[in-house]
């Protein structure tokens, strides 16, 4: 998914029915960004993911510098980060037969 606004809420509201986990990832604090879109949406159009994760930066804005990979690691954000979202939503619940997770990324 490439915008929040237009948010594709056909497309949310099918990979959560599908796959039954959805994971976002923002480069930038999840208050209010993708992640909150994405959950709005399915809770609007009454769909409830069986797991759903928000990897970004949890605590305000960086207050640090460095390279964008340092920056990530530092803040979570990298791929370890994500992977181990995206795992802790999968032993949430047996994916279905269809699918298995969504990554979202703004």
């Known amino acids: ?11 949310v509201v099918a990979a959560a029915q599908e796959t039954g986990g959805i994971v976002t990832i923002e480069e930038h604090t999840v208050n209010g960004g993708l ?37 990530r690691a530092q803040y979570g954000v990298d ?10 939503v999968a032993r949430r619940f047996k994916p279905t037969a269809r699918g298995g997770l969504l990554a979202v990324t703004s």
């Open 79 to 88: 791929v370890p980060a994500i992977v181990a979202a995206a795992e802790g």
């Open 35 to 71: 992640g909150s879109a994405v959950a709005e949406t399915c809770l609007d159009l009454g769909v409830t993911p069986r797991g759903f994760a928000r990897v970004g930066l949890r605590h305000g804005f960086s207050s640090i510098v460095g390279s964008q990979e340092f920056l």
């Open 1 to 11: 998914m490439h915008t929040v606004q237009p948010l594709d809420s056909a497309s």
